[in-house]
């Protein structure tokens, strides 16, 4: 393959707790409308493929290529669905145009968790059915027995978990995009409802309703779409062990291998001297230190001890989720991933308002498609002058 591949344009709804006056596909046509009108893209006339993240048991229905096209301007053309996280979709457009089979191409993920009535029993459906799924009360005693298991490995505390959220949940407060923003303190955290311990209720990113749309070009193209294209460097993915008496609970091997593939794309050997901020997976509040520890923005144990001195915040060393992540914004299911790429996209343009890092030129997005799954992907990004 060869080519490069830019972003450029980027159209999601605001992330709500809930959403009764529309339906999914009135999101997802608000959200490509908002995108196809950042790049000045007719999509009928412009856009050549068609990509959406969706999963069946959580849509619903099955096939789900069929409820796609009216509502993104696909109808008659290539569309496809990628029964997973959002990044991995942009890394089926990437692989599309770079290929050369298509110069444009628009990725939708979307969540309407609101809608959904029991998220752990779907989630209970990626469990082994003879040996795992009978006798797991809920998905997130997986959660706090991966917490305890990273903790005690790396010695980070429960407590530095704390601070992951206090700076997450305050991000959001300046993102309006965000849905789960407030003003949370490390104490608050540490005093909120045990769940599964160490985990506790305010360590879980609660989820929310949005549709996201970013569109792709090859590079010439994107050079003429846009003054302001933001070019995707590195990406890859992994799925690690699913099995729960296999898999190694200590660290996020998926997340390591996608950000090694990414990086080595990119030609970046020293990522957290190389990146001006990240955008990582953190649907539980040790998510985020694990992830940073996985993909090398810091050293094994290291990560809580950042995020306790504020190396992570607006202001620090290496800003992490200056969006709020899935802690502040809401965990959108299979769009977290796509998410995190179009916040990282509008802090490279320098629209990111209060939450702006100054300066920033490039950054690295990393999803995880959740419980109960060792299915995670990375990109690096870069905005060129």
Known sequence: MTGRVAIVGVGATPCRTITPDVSYKEMMFEAAQRAYSDCGLDPRKDVDSFVTCAEDFWEGTSIFDEYVPDQLGAVLKPTCTIASDGIYGVATAYMQIAAGAFEVVA????????????????????????????????????????????????????????????????????????????????????????????????????????????????????????DRPIWIRGVGWYTDDG?????????????????????????????????????????????????????????????GRLAEEGATTLGGELPVNPSGGSIGMGNLLEANGLMRIAQSAIQLRGEAGANQITSAQRCFALSWRGLPTTSGAAVVLERVE
């Open 243 to 303: 099995s729960l008496e296999t898999r190694d609970w200590r660290k996020a091997t998926y997340a390591a291998m996608a950000a090694e593939r990414a990086f080595e794309m990119a030609g970046i050997n020293d990522p957290a001297a190389s990146l001006d901020f990240a955008e990582i997976d953190d649907a539980f509040s040790y998510k985020e230190l694990q992830h940073m520890e996985a993909a090398g923005l810091c050293a094994q144990g290291e990560s």
């Open 107 to 226: 990725v939708e993920a979307h969540s309407k968790a609101s809608e959904v009535l029991d998220k752990a029993q779907i989630q209970a459906f990626a469990l082994d059915p003879i040996y795992n799924r009978p006798i797991v009360p809920h998905p997130y005693l997986l959660a706090g027995l991966e917490m305890r298991a990273f903790l005690k490995a790396t010695k980070n505390t429960a407590e530095q978990c704390s601070a992951v959220v206090e700076k997450n949940r305050g991000n959001a407060l300046h993102n309006p995009w965000a849905a789960r923003g407030s003003h949370v303190t490390r104490e608050s955290v540490d005093s909120s409802e045990p769940l599964f311990e160490p985990l506790r209720q305010l360590d879980v990113a609660q989820h929310a309703d949005s549709s996201v749309v970013l569109v792709l070009a090859s590079g010439d193209r994107a050079r003429r779409i846009s």
